[in-house]
């Protein structure tokens, strides 16, 4: 977990309440089944299991509702619950997931129960724990974002062939700073490299940077944002 004294009071406040859930336990903001809305395996069918508490604030973020609002549940009735659904595919996502230890168990009772399962997670945080079975899908924050500095780079070298990394991009700024990022580290020869908008810009722009740039990534909206209100939780 990352260190209470690196993160503003009202978040490290928010982050300090997961020490009160006991092993064997989630706070978990909501579960439900919609369709996946980005990464590769957009528009299949999904079950989400969204915990709840962040300590990242993007400037963009789509679900601060989840920072605050949550529930305890033994992790045996989140599985339950999952299972219920009967859908191949499960995203653990947040909040920031990885905040809570039993989300590493949870995924790989997931796994062992037949399930694809993805997480999405911010990058700020050990992916080295995570079930190698799992997708992991490494959010890389732009500079917009306001949480640039937080990214913890040792995790390129734990990822695998069949991980994922995510660009938000708000502005021409970020851009630059993600190509340059690709093209540092050589992601797009070693994952499948995900670029999206902030939900909103101009996309058409978005695809002129893509497509000028000549890299081997992969632009991607946020399906469910056009199906629902953009504002609209479980979905």
């Given amino acids: 977990m990352t260190a209470l004294s690196t993160v503003p009071a009202s978040v490290a406040h928010r982050v300090a309440l997961l020490r009160d859930v006991p092993p064997g336990e989630l706070l978990i903001h909501e579960i439900y089944r919609s369709l996946q ?16 508490v962040c300590d990242s604030r993007c400037a963009w973020c789509d ?15 989140v599985l339950a619950k999952v299972l219920a659904f009967d859908t191949p595919l ?4 947040g909040g920031e997931p990885l905040l809570q230890p039993d989300v590493l168990p949870l995924m790989t009772e997931l796994c062992d129960a037949g399930k694809t399962v993805l997480i999405e997670t911010s990058g700020a945080h050990d992916v080295g724990g995570i079930d190698p079975r799992v997708h992991v899908i490494l959010d890389l924050k732009c500079p917009d974002s306001g949480e640039c500095d937080r990214n913890h780079w040792p995790n390129l070298a734990k990822l695998k062939p069949t991980d994922q990394i995510k660009f938000v991009i708000a502005s021409r700024r970020d851009w630059e700073w993600a190509e340059a990022t690709i093209r540092e580290h050589r992601l797009g020869e070693r994952f499948e490299v995900l670029v999206g908008g902030v939900f909103g810009v101009e996309l058409r722009e978005l695809a002129e940077w893509v497509l000028a740039s000549r890299l081997n990534v992969r632009m991607q909206l946020q399906m469910h944002k056009y199906i629902w209100d953009p504002k609209a939780r479980g979905v």
Wanted: net charge neutral; hydrophobic share 45%; with cysteine.
């Fill in 37 to 52: 809305g980005e990464s590769t395996f957009a528009g299949l069918p999904c079950v989400f299991v969204r915990t709840a």
């Fill in 63 to 77: 679900t601060p509702h989840a920072f605050t609002q949550g529930e305890r549940m033994l992790r045996a009735a």
């Fill in 90 to 93: 499960v995203e653990l996502t």
